[in-house]
């Protein structure tokens, strides 16, 4: 049986964050084609942007905290025999 502790994987905000930004752009582009509608284009993507700003900001405040509240707790010890 295997004693070493599994390591956590690390979840990829970025990739979630830009693949959310595609998808966005392509819908609203979508959209723009089908209902025939105008697009203030430079103002939709410095919002589009600034909102990926946040999401990723606050995903990295979570993800702060959530380490700080792990880190008080000890590891167990490598070797059982130290």
Same mark, same amino acid.
């Given at each position: 049986m295997?004693?070493? $502790?599994?390591?956590?994987?690390? &979840?990829? *905000?970025? *990739? @979630?964050?830009?693949?959310? =930004? ?11 084609? =089908?209902?025939?509608? *105008?697009l203030? *284009?430079?103002? &939709? &993507?410095?919002? @589009? /942007?600034? @909102?990926?700003? /946040?999401?990723? =900001?606050?995903?990295? /405040? %979570?993800? %702060? ?8 707790? @000890?590891? $167990? ?6």
């Amino acid at each position: 049986m295997n004693s070493k $502790p599994t390591r956590e994987t690390k &979840f990829p *905000t970025g *990739t @979630l964050v830009f693949g959310l =930004i595609l998808v966005v752009v392509a819908v609203v582009s979508l959209s723009n084609t =089908i209902f025939d509608w *105008t697009l203030d *284009t430079p103002l &939709f &993507f410095i919002s @589009l /942007i600034a @909102l990926a700003g /946040i999401v990723m =900001i606050v995903s990295g /405040i %979570a993800s %702060a905290m959530k380490r700080g509240n792990r880190d008080d707790e @000890l590891p $167990p010890p490598a070797n059982p025999n130290y």
